[in-house]
């Protein structure tokens, strides 16, 4: 799957619930399901307001041309070695200067985002889901525990499909103490909303498939999903630290 199809599978869902990116969902998944990866789709995925920013952050500091690169998506959706190189300066200049994300949300919990990237924090879709409460896309209120779960990638374990349902056990995010954190593991039935030759059509059990709102987005390997948790785990950290 080429990066860009890639990436579009895990912004379908949002926007899908018309929270992030143009108002063209019929046509993001007739692009989808068409193996497209064409100019349209690129066009289509430049519209998302915060992801494309990222994808071209990322990719610069790495010195690779195409926000595109399925390296680059996998850092951002997934997480990867491509997220340690970006410095901690740059990314400072990039929520101020390209995201507009102090005019946002204000001088003082800015203040507190700052701590944040000098503790380590990388451009990675978690940190900016957890660490950045209002919500930065077409719908611009603050996350609630559900939200925040829904719209993070997590990861889920395939128990069986029947049909366009998939059962998985996935670790929900709870709010547990005053923090938040990962708990035990539950089930969880996904529908599959799409339709394509990239589909998980033919997924079986105790394969892993990412998620994101629902969204069964690809199958992904056992290390790719340890990279997953550690970066989720990491940016709950730094969010439990002004919670």
């Not at 926000?67 to 200049?93: C, H, I, M, T």
């Not at 366009?164 to 035990?184: D, N, R, W």
């Not at 997924?203 to 290390?223: N, Y």
């Amino acid at each position: 799957m080429k990066g860009i199809l890639r990436c579009s599978r895990y912004s379908f869902g949002p926007n899908r619930l018309h929270y992030c990116g143009p108002d063209a969902n019929a046509e993001l998944r007739a692009q989808i399901e068409a193996g497209a990866t064409d100019f349209g789709l690129a066009k289509l995925l430049k519209q998302f307001k915060t992801l494309y920013p990222y994808l071209l952050h990322i990719a610069k500091a790495n010195n690779i041309k195409d926000p595109f690169d399925s390296r680059v998506v996998e850092a951002y959706w997934l997480g990867n070695k491509l997220l340690e190189v970006v410095e901690k300066r740059k990314l400072n200049q990039f929520l101020t200067d390209n995201l507009g994300i102090k005019r946002m949300i204000g001088h003082k919990e800015f203040r507190w985002i700052e701590e944040k990237i000098s503790h380590g924090a990388v451009p990675h879709h978690s940190f900016h889901v957890f660490n950045i409460w209002r919500r930065t896309g077409n719908v611009n209120i603050p996350h609630t525990l559900q939200s925040l779960d829904e719209c993070r990638v997590s990861s889920g374990t395939v128990i069986s499909t029947n049909g366009p349902e998939i059962t998985v056990l996935i670790e929900p995010l709870i709010y547990a103490g005053g923090k938040l954190a990962l708990g035990a593991p539950v089930t969880k039935i996904l529908t599959r909303q799409l339709e394509a030759e990239y589909d998980i059509e033919q997924i079986k059990p105790k394969q892993i498939v990412s998620i994101h709102w629902s969204v069964p987005c690809e199958v992904i390997s056992k290390k790719q999903a340890v990279m997953l948790k550690k970066y989720t785990l990491k940016s709950l950290a730094l969010a439990n630290q002004t919670i």
